[in-house]
């Protein structure tokens, strides 16, 4: 057959009648056409990269490189102990024997999960630092793995930390990763044990559109949309909680630890004076064998994960046609922590040699750029990241007129190309926003373009907040509020309006005599954990983890057709 297909090149006629005969031979759709492209879209090809290499200028002996070693590895070890802060709640309940208790969500997401599978947890600094306490993992774990083959996200109660309650923060958890779900079409399954909202902060987590219900509704829209909902009920699901496996497409419960009621037993004893236990109010024997609120039994916790497996291997999910992912090539230099250590600038002041890091990113440390000498201080242009095509916007300085408008440009040719969107941003804080005569017009109406341009592509968008993410330019580079599929912060970001030495040089010109060091340490406290703490990013990840969490939100994004059996369902969820 290959000696068939480099015929058929060669005429145009004999060419259209072997398209013919391939359309009517399915089975063989894995046909390779010659210089390694594909009939069949999904499969890995051996295609070149054609693009030049990244030009490397980085001298990792210097004096400057050493200076900026010191300060980031101090950083990232901060990044380091955080997380080991939060996984230490699992170590307190590991020590006990398995015979004595339940599984950690961990634990359970092993089981759940592919063997090959990585995990990519997200958000998990969330809810620390709030003005409620800290609640770590914000009282609920999401994660990206593969189940049975399958690509899934899972929102998981956290028993570990106060029974798996339901914060404010861990409603917006929850809403999150039904977000997730939707953009990229991810199957969402639900690990429930929780004794429902925290009432003391119940005008928070109860009333209002994006509270608690919202996340029933939302149940309802996805399974419209055709993207499956599955539930494991594996501890108590009370009063709202209950709702989660009922709304879900198929749920499983665990015979002896699963329980499903609007009431309790102490509630059903104050209200009407009965005594009866969680099983027999609301087990797995009533709910299987009485109500069918639930469809799978199951003796235990090992064998509801089992089950769960088995449910998703049935979904016959529908795999996106089309694509162009070639074979992975690792960078041509190097992306470990100490060589990005030495490679970010110390202070924010300094300027990013953007490129360097683009080129520790990329296959082969290729990239092929686009306007290269217009609008320098936005670097754009083609690259592949594990083998997937990508249209990369990396900042290298304030977002000028030309650089907005090449942006703008650039984002509707990746759009039209159907290329997915790779944001690096690092947006300094533009004082002139905040001074009495404001940015140049023309400057404003063409952040006004990119932004538009931004909001109205249909092509995934992943952003790496690397430092600032200041002002409007953050907005024209994809931030949080122009919806990226994902979004993620290195230990080295700032979100907010402008910096705090910007801030606090306008604040003393209109004649504000405040302390400013109390000021300004407090403004840098908040634009450094505000975002990770109330889950305005997608967690906070080290440079050197940033290709491999690029790649599998890149699949994430492209795995599943985005067409939907109910099309009139398809915009209900926002």
């Not at 990792?60 to 950083?75: F, K």
């Not at 015979?99 to 600094?125: C, N, P, W, Y």
């Not at 690509?151 to 109660?157: D, F, K, M, Q, V």
């Not at 990226?484 to 604040?507: K, M, T, Y």
């Amino acid at each position: 057959m290959a000696a068939v297909s480099s015929r058929v090149e060669k005429s145009p006629r004999m060419l259209r009648h072997f398209c013919r005969l391939c359309a009517r031979w399915p089975h063989h759709s894995n046909i390779r056409w010659g210089r390694g492209r594909s009939l069949s879209s999904g499969n890995v090809t051996e295609t070149a990269n054609p693009f030049p290499v990244i030009k490397t200028t980085f001298e990792p002996g210097s004096n400057v490189a050493q200076r900026n070693l010191a300060v980031n590895t101090e950083i990232f070890q901060k990044v380091t102990e955080t997380r080991s802060k939060i996984l230490s709640l699992d170590d307190r309940v590991t020590q006990i024997p398995r015979g004595q208790r339940k599984l950690t969500v961990r634990e359970k997401i092993s089981l759940l999960k592919d063997e090959e599978s990585a995990v990519l947890e997200l958000s998990m600094f969330a809810g620390l630092g709030l003005p409620y306490g800290d609640i770590y993992n914000g009282s609920n774990i999401l994660t990206l793995v593969k189940i049975a083959g399958e690509l899934c996200i899972i929102s998981a109660n956290d028993w570990t930390f106060k029974g798996g309650t339901a914060y404010p923060i861990s409603v917006k958890k929850q809403l999150r990763a039904q977000e997730i779900s939707k953009q990229n079409r991810l199957p969402c399954v639900y690990i429930v044990d929780s004794g429902g909202a925290f009432l003391p902060l119940q005008e928070d987590v109860f009333p209002d559109k994006n509270h608690g219900g919202r996340v029933f509704r939302n149940q309802a829209v996805l399974t419209g949309m055709g993207i499956p909902q599955i539930a494991v009920v594996c501890g108590s699901c009370t009063a709202g909680g209950a709702y989660i496996p009922t709304m879900s497409d198929e749920a499983v419960i665990v015979k002896g630890t699963g329980s499903l009621y609007l009431g309790g037993p102490p509630l059903v004893k104050a209200a009407t004076g009965e005594e009866i236990d969680s099983e027999a109010l609301g087990g797995a024997d009533v709910h299987c064998g009485i109500s069918g609120c639930t469809d799978h039994y199951a003796e235990s916790e090992e064998v509801a994960y089992d089950i769960t497996r088995r449910i998703v291997a049935s979904l016959n999910l529908r795999r996106r046609d089309g694509g162009s992912r070639s074979q992975p090539e690792s960078p041509l230099y190097s992306g470990s922590q100490e060589d990005f250590a030495r490679l970010i600038p110390a202070t924010s002041l300094d300027s990013w040699p953007i490129m360097e890091v683009v080129a520790r990113l990329v296959d082969g440390s290729r990239f092929h750029s686009f306007k290269e000498k217009y609008g320098p201080t936005l670097a754009t242009g083609f690259a592949r990241i594990d083998g997937h095509l990508v249209g990369l916007l990396a900042s290298n300085g304030e977002l000028t007129t030309t650089a907005a408008t090449k942006g703008a440009h650039f984002v509707r040719l990746c759009t039209l190309r159907a290329v997915p969107l790779v944001f690096l941003q690092n947006t300094p804080s533009d004082a002139q926003f905040l001074s009495k005569t404001g940015n140049d017009g023309a400057t404003v109406k063409a952040r006004a373009q990119m932004m538009a341009a931004i909001a109205c592509s249909t092509v995934p968008k992943i952003t790496i907040v690397l430092g600032g993410s200041y002002g409007p330019s953050s907005y024209a580079m994809c931030g949080r509020a122009m919806q990226p599929n994902f979004l993620f912060c290195w230990p080295h970001s700032r979100v907010g309006v402008a910096s705090p030495e910007d801030i606090l040089q306008a604040s003393a010109e209109q004649g504000d005599q405040r302390d400013s060091t109390e000021v300004v340490a407090r403004l840098q406290a908040e634009e450094r954990e505000h975002p990770s703490s109330n889950l305005v990013n997608d967690g906070v990840i080290l440079p050197q983890e940033t290709r491999q969490v690029l790649s599998q939100c890149l699949e994430a994004c492209q795995l599943y057709s985005q067409e939907a059996p109910l099309a009139a369902a398809t915009n209900q969820l926002s």
